[in-house]
């Protein structure tokens, strides 16, 4: 049976993302749509593409593995303001892409520039056959100064608004999330408490990572957009992270090991300990671990020095006091039990 229309659409708005200047989509669309009229299937693989997500286009054969796919570096690129599209053929079946420019795929290019696409295929020095563009007659340059080109529709009269920030244009469908932020998988599309919880994890760190500094609350806002993405690429990186994009258990166990420590409050321990001659042996514990036998990493002895005294420097637990001995900082558990004296 022969796929759809309604899939190879589906699946194409799903890949060209948010953040696709609409007259772009539309149009990109209505290539598929006339497409299929003629029996060629045909999908969009590519559309708007983050500074993030083109900066790991680019790494790819160079820092990364795989082949070279681009020689645009973040902003050099169509895809990052929407104005670009990346097709391919699909089997009649919709199960397989073909990547052969053949009859079929030089007639896609055509149905594309009568819609006022420019195909990449056209170019002379670098021949880019899934490239599909609108520039509206702006220069790259135009475009990172933030200028926005004004592209009439020729599929009915739709109008984009000149330097329309097409970032802010956003078509997602957010979904919603709930709950507190423990680790499960937060991504691109998503809003809500847990999603604010990791940004301001993000921002509270050291270095923060903020998803949009200088913006609003410095971008916080319990969306997670593409800034937010960003911050986690970047955050993943800096710590060598697996770079996704996605806030799963490793983000979050990341994110609570760096958390800054509240700072201590002033230790109201005071006074001594005294540890009688009586007691032969007296049990020790480091300071990060639960004051229980199992965990005694070593032992005072009272007895041999004629009973021992010691500074309390922190009161850690109920019944547990903190105090210098010769291997360092150590808990030691003085409960009513014990022949320990306090003063
Ligand atoms: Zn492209």
């Given at each position: 049976?022969?796929?759809?229309?309604?899939?190879?659409?589906?699946?194409?708005?799903?890949?060209?993302?948010?953040?696709?200047?609409?007259?772009?989509?539309?149009?990109?669309?209505?290539?598929?749509?006339?497409?299929?009229?003629?029996?060629i299937?045909?999908?969009?693989?590519?559309?708007?593409?983050?500074?993030?997500?083109?900066?790991?286009?680019?790494?790819?054969?160079?820092?990364?593995?795989?082949?070279?796919?681009?020689?645009?570096?973040?902003?050099?690129?169509?895809?990052?303001?929407?104005?670009?599209?990346?097709?391919?053929?699909?089997?009649?079946?919709?199960?397989?892409?073909?990547?052969?420019?053949?009859?079929?795929?030089?007639?896609?290019?055509?149905?594309?520039?009568?819609?006022?696409?420019?195909?990449?295929?056209?170019?002379?020095?670098?021949?880019?056959?899934?490239?599909?563009?609108m520039?509206?007659?702006?220069?790259?340059?135009?475009?990172?100064?933030?200028?926005?080109?004004k592209?009439?529709?020729?599929?009915?009269?739709?109008?984009?608004a000149?330097?329309?920030?097409?970032?802010?244009?956003?078509?997602?469908?957010?979904?919603?999330?709930?709950?507190?932020?423990?680790?499960?998988?937060?991504?691109?599309?998503?809003?809500?408490?847990?999603?604010?919880?990791?940004?301001?994890?993000?921002?509270?760190?050291d270095?923060?990572?903020?998803?949009?500094?200088?913006?609003?609350?410095?971008?916080?806002?319990?969306?997670?957009?593409?800034?937010?993405?960003?911050?986690?690429?970047?955050?993943?990186?800096?710590?060598?992270l697996?770079?996704?994009?996605?806030?799963?258990?490793?983000?979050?166990?990341?994110?609570?090991?760096?958390?800054?420590?509240?700072?201590?409050?002033?230790?109201?321990?005071?006074?001594?300990?005294?540890?009688?001659?009586?007691?032969?042996t007296?049990?020790?514990?480091?300071?990060?671990?639960?004051?229980?036998?199992?965990?005694s990493?070593?032992?005072?002895?009272?007895?041999?020095?004629?009973?021992?005294?010691?500074?309390?420097?922190d009161?850690?637990?109920?019944?547990?006091?903190?105090?210098?001995?010769?291997?360092?900082k150590?808990?030691?558990?003085?409960?009513?039990?014990?022949?320990?004296?306090?003063?």
């Open positions: 049976m022969a796929v759809s229309l309604n899939t190879l659409l589906e699946r194409s708005i799903r890949n060209m993302g948010s953040g696709m200047n609409q007259v772009v989509k539309e149009t990109a669309l209505e290539v598929i749509k006339r497409s299929y009229k003629e029996g299937y045909v999908q969009i693989s590519d559309g708007y593409r983050s500074h993030a997500e083109q900066q790991k286009l680019y790494n790819q054969g160079r820092t990364t593995s795989g082949n070279i796919v681009t020689n645009a570096k973040p902003g050099q690129s169509l895809h990052n303001y929407g104005l670009a599209v990346d097709y391919f053929i699909v089997s009649d079946d919709g199960q397989k892409a073909i990547w052969t420019v053949n009859a079929k795929w030089k007639r896609v290019a055509a149905i594309g520039k009568s819609l006022g696409f420019e195909w990449g295929g056209d170019w002379s020095s670098f021949k880019d056959y899934p490239h599909l563009q520039t509206g007659g702006l220069t790259l340059s135009q475009l990172q100064a933030g200028k926005r080109p592209l009439t529709s020729k599929v009915d009269d739709t109008i984009t000149p330097d329309q920030k097409v970032e802010s244009e956003t078509v997602t469908n957010w979904i919603k999330v709930t709950g507190d932020w423990k680790g499960q998988t937060l991504r691109n599309g998503q809003y809500g408490k847990p999603v604010k919880q990791l940004q301001t994890m993000l921002s509270k760190n270095p923060p990572f903020y998803p949009n500094k200088g913006a609003k609350n410095n971008g916080i806002d319990e969306y997670y957009g593409d800034d937010t993405e960003d911050a986690v690429e970047r955050y993943q990186s800096y710590y060598g697996k770079r996704d994009g996605l806030a799963g258990k490793e983000v979050y166990g990341s994110l609570k090991e760096n958390e800054p420590k509240s700072k201590s409050k002033p230790s109201q321990a005071k006074g001594t300990v005294h540890l009688p001659a009586s007691a032969k007296w049990r020790t514990y480091k300071l990060n671990v639960k004051p229980v036998k199992k965990n990493d070593w032992s005072l002895t009272p007895a041999r020095y004629g009973g021992l005294t010691y500074k309390i420097l009161k850690p637990y109920p019944d547990v006091v903190t105090i210098k001995t010769g291997r360092g150590r808990n030691i558990y003085v409960g009513s039990g014990t022949s320990a004296v306090i003063k």
